[in-house]
């Protein structure tokens, strides 16, 4: 196996634990840790109460609906409908990358390699172009707003940028690399690491890029504000006030 294999592999090893232990370690410090001046824990059962509500399937409606349909920003809808294409866009891209590894499920019930590509080539180059444009566009309100760029922080402006590399990096393969790279490169690869049986990393650079570039977005969620969707269900602020038997 040639040098840049082993680096690109141990990258890959490294940040899959770093995500998968960071995830699981700053969730659980989130629920168990005592919040509030009254030192309460932030847990089950009252885990998806809202404030002023006494249900908690209404609760979680409202929670969903913070996290899938941009509620919270109802009154900026540029913002919400840009922050909507950026988000779906960027989760159907990801859900999409599964056919690397369920590929021949599909084959073995009829649907062609040559459809998948089609599918890829069409649905998932829109989707990316989508999820890269949406992203500058939050980009660039970041960086022109005044109250937005006061409030930033140099890594607020690295996560949409790595988002966006890694979707430009996307791009170039569909357009760059043979319809059949991601079968018959990545995916046998894919499954070497996940079988912990590594082989060498496709010589191609872009997808190399690609790969290095996504690793580093693994690496980099668990430690950043990424990890804010997570934070919806273990926010102090959505279980308090409304408990049910609250004496009002």
């Known amino acids: 196996m040639d040098t840049l294999s082993i680096l690109v592999i141990s990258y890959a090893y490294i940040a899959g634990f770093v995500f998968l232990v960071g995830t699981i370690f700053f969730l659980a410090r989130w629920i168990f840790k005592k919040k509030g001046p009254t030192g309460t824990y932030l847990g089950y059962p009252y885990l998806f109460t809202y404030p002023g509500q006494n249900s908690r399937l209404k609760a979680l409606e409202n929670i969903l609906g913070r996290i899938f349909l941009f509620t919270s920003s109802s009154d900026d809808p ?6 909507l294409v950026f988000h779906w866009s960027l989760w159907i891209v990801i859900a999409a990358h599964a056919d690397i590894v369920l590929y021949p499920y599909f084959t073995a019930a009829g649907i ?11 649905i998932g180059t829109t989707l990316a172009i ?10 660039g309100r970041r960086a022109l707003n005044p ?10 402006y690295f996560a949409i940028l790595l988002i966006v590399a890694i979707g430009i990096s996307g791009i170039l393969m569909r357009f760059w690399l043979p319809g059949n790279f991601a079968y018959s490169e990545v995916s046998p690869f894919f499954l070497s690491l996940v079988s912990f049986a590594p082989i060498s990393v496709p010589s191609d650079l872009i997808f190399v890029t ?26 102090p602020t959505l279980y308090t006030i409304s408990h049910p038997g609250d004496v009002r």
């Open 78 to 83: 540029f913002a919400r409908y840009t922050s």
């Open 112 to 122: 062609s390699e040559s459809t998948l590509e089609a599918i890829g080539n069409y």
């Open 130 to 139: 989508l999820m890269v444009g949406s992203g500058l566009i939050l980009f």
């Open 147 to 156: 109250y937005l760029r006061k409030i930033s922080y140099l890594s607020d």
């Open 210 to 235: 690609h790969f290095t570039l996504t690793m580093t977005l693994l690496f980099y969620f668990p430690l950043s504000k990424l990890m804010h969707p997570f934070s919806f269900f273990t926010n």
